[in-house]
């Protein structure tokens, strides 16, 4: 069954800048399913139907371990699903808008409105530039934090 190691060291610092303490902690677990074969002859001793017992624990904590794995895996690929998703909406979204702005900005030179019309493209051009520009940075900083 588990075993849990703790281990605590202390040492005394002195560098260029003074003196100080530095301190370790160590922590370790051992989580097998398994006892170790002393343990489970002194248990066979007391009880000698322990060992369909421990086969029979040993067997659902697996079980339970690797639907836990199942469901977490699970929840991740939704959740990239989802990321893809919305990420492909946005540029849909954004290029819906950029197009819209260079129908009306075409209009506008129809309408002899030269100047106006071209001032918007341009304007349309640099914020569909900037959005493109923008959603990349957030992207690419999303994944190397995680």
Same mark, same amino acid.
């Given at each position: $069954? #588990?075993?849990?190691?703790?281990?605590?060291?202390?040492?005394?610092?002195?560098? +260029?800048?003074?003196?100080?303490? /530095?301190?370790?902690?160590?922590? /370790? %677990?051992?989580?097998?399913?398994?006892?170790? !074969? &002393?343990?489970?002859? /002194?248990?066979?001793?007391?009880?000698?139907?322990? $060992?369909?017992?421990?086969?029979?624990? &040993?067997?659902?904590?697996?079980?339970?371990?690797?639907?836990?794995?199942? +469901?977490?895996?699970?929840?991740?690929?939704?959740?990239?699903?989802?990321?893809? +998703?919305?990420?492909?909406?946005?540029?849909?979204?954004?290029? &819906?808008?950029?197009?819209?702005?260079?129908?009306?900005?075409?209009?506008?030179?129809? !309408?002899?409105? %030269? %100047? &106006?019309? /071209?001032?918007? #493209?341009?304007?349309?051009?640099?914020?569909?530039?900037?959005?493109?520009?923008?959603? +990349?940075?957030?992207?690419?900083?999303?994944?190397?934090?995680?």
């Amino acid at each position: $069954m #588990a075993k849990h190691h703790r281990q605590t060291k202390q040492s005394n610092v002195v560098g +260029r800048h003074g003196q100080g303490v /530095s301190y370790e902690h160590q922590e /370790s %677990i051992d989580d097998s399913l398994l006892p170790e !074969a &002393t343990e489970l002859a /002194s248990l066979k001793e007391l009880d000698p139907d322990v $060992m369909s017992w421990v086969k029979e624990r &040993t067997a659902k904590e697996q079980d339970a371990r690797l639907d836990f794995n199942d +469901r977490k895996m699970g929840l991740l690929e939704r959740g990239q699903r989802m990321s893809y +998703r919305v990420d492909l909406l946005a540029i849909l979204a954004s290029f &819906t808008i950029t197009m819209s702005g260079m129908v009306f900005s075409y209009f506008l030179v129809q !309408a002899n409105q %030269i %100047i &106006t019309g /071209s001032v918007f #493209a341009g304007a349309t051009i640099l914020f569909a530039a900037n959005s493109f520009l923008n959603f +990349r940075k957030k992207n690419s900083g999303n994944t190397s934090t995680k």
